[in-house]
């Protein structure tokens, strides 16, 4: 059964499924802002370590008004735009759809489920190195993995089917019982990576090089996994030697979060640290250097996007 799908956000993440969906046959429909114009004209260029590859032409909306209805939404919003979904959902996903929160952090499922519903709602991690380098032209450095989980836990056959058709287009795909656990493992990355790239100005690479900031890396993702651990979701210590390994391992990269801040937009500080941070204090859990990092970018933040 083909499906048809919707790309709230067509950025370095929303850009890049979007484009290998349609790629592979899918019936996509993205979603643009400050690019519209360009796209509708040029279409989408991929530059990907699997390929690069154009799409002259694809169905781009500056509104979802304007939008069919879709079997599956996938928002790939930056979180700090969230406030939007409640305009931007209701007339796009089908009674029977399904809405794909592929978003960092943690509590965005609970966002989406206030306004389609839990039974429509599903998460969707993504482990991808990528970014926007110019209207409709996403540029694919490493990685690309993905980790579906249903918002009300357990596996079903559309979340199968969604998989399968990520699959299809040449992505891995997987499914998950837990998608709460899932989200903590991946903070284990994404706090401590994103929040100190900004704080100290440095790529992935310059975080592994030094032993100091190498270090509060690992301290990092410790606290990450003692705060999951507190929330009902254990995470095995070789799970963060993985995290190390693997970004040594990864091409250098500059994080989307350290990006956001060069550009001046807004940071996903609240999803992706706030969030975390209250739910260990919920649980009375001390996590110090994750409140640092934290109020540290609330800091930065406030400062950077009132400097227009």
Not at 24 to 40: P, S
Not at 102 to 121: F, K, S, Y
Not at 244 to 260: A, I, N, V
């Amino acid at each position: 059964m083909s499906r048809t799908y919707a790309i709230l956000g067509t950025g370095a993440l929303g850009g890049f499924y979007g484009a290998r969906l349609q790629r592979a046959g899918q019936q996509v429909h993205f979603l643009l802002h400050t690019d519209y114009e360009h796209v509708r004209q040029y279409g989408i260029v991929c530059e990907s370590k699997d390929g690069d590859f154009t799409l002259p032409h694809v169905h781009a909306y500056r509104d979802t008004r304007d939008m069919p209805r879709c079997d599956v939404v996938c928002v790939c919003l930056k979180t700090t735009q969230n406030r939007l979904l409640p305009r931007l959902l209701p007339p796009l996903v089908k009674e029977d759809g399904l809405v794909l929160v592929m978003q960092n952090g943690l509590g965005n499922e609970d966002e989406v489920a206030a306004i389609v519903g839990p039974r429509r709602v599903a998460g969707c991690l993504c482990f991808l190195c990528s970014n926007k380098i110019g209207p409709g032209h996403i540029r694919h450095l490493d990685y690309g993995y993905l980790r579906l989980g249903e918002y009300s836990g357990g596996v079903t056959d559309r979340l199968r089917a969604v998989a399968a058709d990520f699959k299809q287009a040449g992505i891995e795909a997987e499914c998950v019982e837990d998608l709460a656990a899932a989200r903590w493992r991946k903070l284990v990355w994404n706090i401590p990576y994103n929040g100190l790239s900004v704080v100290l100005r440095a790529t992935t690479d310059q975080l592994m090089r030094d032993p100091h900031t190498r270090a509060l890396v690992e301290s990092l993702m410790r606290e990450v996994v003692e705060a999951s651990a507190a929330c009902g979701h254990p995470i095995p210590e070789e799970f963060i030697q993985k995290m190390l390994r693997d970004t040594e391992q990864m091409k250098p990269y500059k994080t989307s979060m350290m990006l956001d801040f060069e550009f001046r937009r807004p940071m996903e500080v609240e999803a992706i640290f706030g969030n975390p941070l209250r739910a260990a204090r919920l649980h009375g859990v001390n996590v110090p250097l994750l409140e640092s990092l934290y109020r540290q970018l609330k800091f930065l933040d406030a400062t950077n996007t009132r400097c227009e």
